[in-house]
């Protein structure tokens, strides 16, 4: 692949090509520090799933960033295994006994979040994907008896359904 990214100019972004070459992707976790007024919740995605595996990258609100890492990484082994994962219905593999779905994010949305993915790829188009889970009663964000609060902690990025 031809490098058209900017060299790498903190520590951050030499780690970022460390980990994308040692092991084949990193996740990036963004949480607003705990002093702060905003109410945005924490994401966390992937860079490298692309590159690596020819797969899209993944997104993931409102949860603690070991959690999602988890979460993200069995994505990430699934691809590296070759078993892959069928996008366009639930799996039951991501959090115990609950399906997660996939979200496909409009491009237009990458530069509200993945800033290092956005760095690392530069002018080479990549698809990126929201990991969907539910609440404790299995409603996903967007149904109508879904809390106020659980909605704005999984804010869905893109249409459910559209791919």
Not at 5 to 17: A, H, V, W
Not at 116 to 142: H, N, R
Request: proline share 8%; glycine share 6%.
């Amino acid at each position: 692949m031809t490098e058209l990214r900017l060299p790498p100019k903190n520590d951050y972004e030499r780690k970022l090509l460390r980990n994308v070459d040692q092991f084949g992707w990193q996740c990036t976790s963004v949480y607003e520090p705990e002093d702060s007024d905003s109410e945005e919740p924490p994401f966390s995605y992937s860079v490298g799933l692309h590159q690596s595996y020819q797969q899209p990258e993944f997104i993931i609100f409102g949860l603690d960033a070991k959690v999602a890492h988890a979460i993200i990484a069995t994505c990430a082994n699934k691809f590296a295994d070759g078993s892959g994962i069928d996008l366009d219905q639930p799996s039951y593999d991501l959090i115990e006994d609950l399906p997660c779905v996939f979200v496909r994010v409009p491009r237009d949305r990458y530069n509200e979040y993945v800033y290092s993915a956005l760095w690392f790829y530069a002018e080479k188009e990549f698809p990126l994907y929201q990991i969907v889970w539910p609440d404790a009663d299995g409603l996903f964000p967007w149904h109508a008896d879904a809390s106020a609060g659980f909605r704005q902690w999984q804010p869905v990025l893109g249409q459910v359904g559209a791919t």
